[in-house]
């Protein structure tokens, strides 16, 4: 039997459809109607639906040769046509355009397809500017009448799930992980990618898009997906809203740096987030230490010991205060974690309860820049640590 490669092997598919029929039917090759099935077989994917079409009924309407290989070839055909007539349409994928890093507006919203995204990401563009007003994206769409700015309360869903890996990869470690994965990905090169420190950026459509609520839990799970095959990935990433910036490369240096670049598309199955949620929790921690028993503080009777309760009181929730006045807008994450120690220590000389302290410091510093699930968090892990450090010391409080 003919290699199928023997098929595949001339200039054009539309060269090869007529060349496969006339071969047959002059005995140029010796095939056989079994060998030009498997020919015409391999054409039918490669070929328009409109060029197959015409070589196969060139090939039916000739008087000198009838293939049973070329009817059944036809059959094919029409029933490919017919599966792709009937089929679903293919999924779009939900993308805002910003241009570059300085502000927040969305310049932009497309629905791609994944060829026509992929193609976006692999191939990078000659950028003669700054790279922070290069051409960025951000797989999200808007919530309805949401304003077009780049703020994590606007965004409604994400479609792709995007990995920054900048910390000691090796790319060809990366590329070959990757593609075992067997995921429907696209790969590139980073702006600041060299032959010796290898940054690139992984990204993997989804099967449907995440609601934005679930994002932070769904990109936790993506961090310990990722640490299970060697790779870290920038916590910078994890909100919604975050803009990733298109391939681009520097203009005065693009020969050079045009041969460093790598894109590369990955076939497969799309990643499903919820097989990340099944899949991949990140561990759970160790439960904090007990908290030791309350001890009772001072007076001889319930009217004094009311009236310092009350003190107590007044003073923790000054502390709570004090601890929230602290937090600028680049480290709320850290004001909570030590907001969350402060609680707790609070709460075991029984000023006042865990719950009052985690309700007034989320009333304080959830923003749309910083949600209500990463301060919780934060405050938590915190709270974990006052825990074991024990009793807010009043002994100073007159």
């Not at 070839?73 to 355009?97: F, H, I, K, W």
């Not at 995440?210 to 936790?220: F, L, S």
Request: glycine content about 8%; aromatic content about 8%; charged content about 25%.
């Amino acid at each position: 039997m003919i290699p199928i490669e023997w098929w595949t092997s001339t200039e054009t598919a539309d060269a090869l459809g007529c060349y496969v029929w006339q071969a047959v039917r002059e005995g140029e090759t010796g095939a056989t109607a079994e060998d030009a099935l498997q020919g015409v077989r391999a054409i039918c994917a490669a070929l328009p639906s409109a060029t197959r079409s015409r070589v196969v009924l060139e090939a039916l309407e000739d008087d000198v040769w009838r293939s049973e290989a070329l009817v059944l070839a036809a059959r094919l055909c029409g029933e490919r046509d017919e599966a792709r007539a009937s089929a679903p349409p293919e999924r779009r994928y939900s993308v805002a355009l910003v241009s570059g890093a300085i502000g927040s507006a969305i310049r932009e919203t497309l629905a791609p397809t994944w060829g026509e995204l992929a193609g976006m990401l692999t191939e990078p563009v000659r950028w003669s500017g700054e790279k922070v007003h290069a051409p960025a994206w951000l797989p999200v769409s808007l919530r309805e009448g949401a304003p077009r700015v780049r703020k994590d309360v606007n965004v409604a869903t994400v479609s792709c799930m995007v990995l920054d890996i900048d910390k000691g990869a090796v790319l060809a470690d990366v590329v070959g992980k990757v593609k075992g994965h067997g995921y429907r990905a696209a790969l590139h090169t980073t702006w600041s990618h060299t032959t010796d420190h290898h940054k690139a950026r992984v990204v993997f459509p989804f099967a449907e898009d995440c609601p934005a609520e679930r994002w932070a839990e769904v990109w936790r799970c993506a961090d310990q997906w990722a640490k299970t095959w060697g790779t870290t990935i920038d916590p910078v990433c994890k909100n919604p809203s975050r803009l990733y910036f298109l391939p681009a490369l520097p203009a005065d240096e693009w020969r050079e740096r045009r041969s460093w670049f790598r894109g590369e598309v990955f076939s497969g199955e799309p990643m499903h987030w919820r097989w990340l949620l099944a899949h991949h929790q990140p561990p759970v921690r160790d439960a904090p230490p007990a908290a030791p028993p309350v001890r009772a503080w001072g007076g001889a009777n319930g009217r004094d010991l009311d009236r310092k309760t009350k003190r107590r009181r007044g003073y923790a929730l000054g502390v709570i205060r004090a601890r929230c006045a602290e937090m600028g807008k680049g480290n709320r994450n850290d004001g909570c974690f030590k907001a969350g120690i402060a609680i707790a220590r609070l709460a075991i000389a029984g000023a006042l309860t865990e719950d009052e302290g985690v309700a007034a410091i989320l009333a304080a510093t959830v923003a749309p820049d910083f949600g209500q699930s990463e301060a919780v968090t934060a405050i938590n892990n915190g709270m974990a640590i006052g825990r074991a450090e024990g009793a807010w010391d009043f002994s100073t409080l007159s």
